[in-house]
């Protein structure tokens, strides 16, 4: 039961984020699974993705209803993300942990000094 309850919040959590954010999913669903569950990373990194499906399906409906998504934006950033995402797929597994984790901590690092110095 615990492990739902854990299982549970770390999914709504993520969820409030990443529909007041726009972003969160894998940023925050990676590093609970691997930290806080003990989720090896390649299946942490695989698992994020399924999980952000639904949510973000149901969070681009609800943008829509708010008509605050940009449609022509979205079809030509989706079209490079999905040739990137299975690129990224496919290279997943030939990574090493560690060098996936630091690929994913300089990303976070990033975008995180990006966003506080803009």
Do not use: C
Request: hydrophobic share 55%; no cysteine; proline share 3%.
């Amino acid at each position: 039961m615990a492990d739902k309850l854990k299982l549970f919040f770390i999914g709504f959590i993520t969820g409030i984020i990443n529909g007041l954010l726009g972003a969160g999913g894998g940023t925050l669903i990676v590093p609970a699974m691997v930290f806080l569950l003990g989720i090896e990373d390649h299946k942490a990194h695989a698992t994020a993705i399924s999980i952000i499906l639904p949510l973000t399906i149901v969070s681009s409906f609800i943008y829509l209803q708010n008509k605050i998504i940009d449609i022509p934006l979205t079809i030509n950033v989706a079209v490079g993300s999905t040739i990137g995402g299975i690129i990224g797929a496919y290279f997943l597994n030939k990574l090493s942990i560690p060098i996936l984790r630091k690929i994913f901590g300089i990303i976070m690092i990033v975008a995180s000094v990006r966003m506080l110095v803009s």
